[in-house]
Nanobody
């Protein structure tokens, strides 16, 4: 069983930055993906960013437009989401999830996670307002 703990959310002003952390512990798969997702008020879950613990290139949601970066510290099994130039539309609950790759591509497993598959942390709230 994998456990995920997120941290780093908060309230900021437009143009500010935040760094979210997702620390994993427990029975971690040999080859897995970790993704950040968000849910804005009244909207569904959407992909923010994802990566694997291998050499795969990360993927990002279309709205990111170069503002966010997902990275991984393998020594601590922690995945970070650096978010720059935050805007009001970035407000929402951000959650990280993890899922074994199982022979699928990163984009395929991220799509599965967007439907609720995988193991999830408790989430952290991000509020962007003047």
């Amino acid at each position: 069983q994998v456990q995920l703990v997120e941290s780093g959310g908060g309230s900021v002003q437009p143009g500010d930055s935040l760094r979210l952390s997702c620390a994993a512990s427990g029975d971690i798969s040999d080859y897995y993906a970790t993704g950040w997702f968000r849910q804005a008020p009244g909207k569904g879950l959407e992909i923010v960013a994802g990566l694997t613990n291998g050499a795969d290139d990360p993927i990002y949601g279309d709205f990111v437009k170069g503002r966010f970066a997902i990275t991984r510290d393998s020594s601590t099994n922690t995945v970070y989401l650096q978010m720059n130039n935050l805007q009001s539309e970035d407000t929402g609950d951000y959650s990280c999830g993890t899922i074994p790759m199982g022979g699928y591509s990163l984009r395929e497993v991220m799509a599965a996670m967007e439907k609720g598959y995988g193991t999830w942390g408790q989430g952290t709230a991000v509020t962007v307002s003047p």
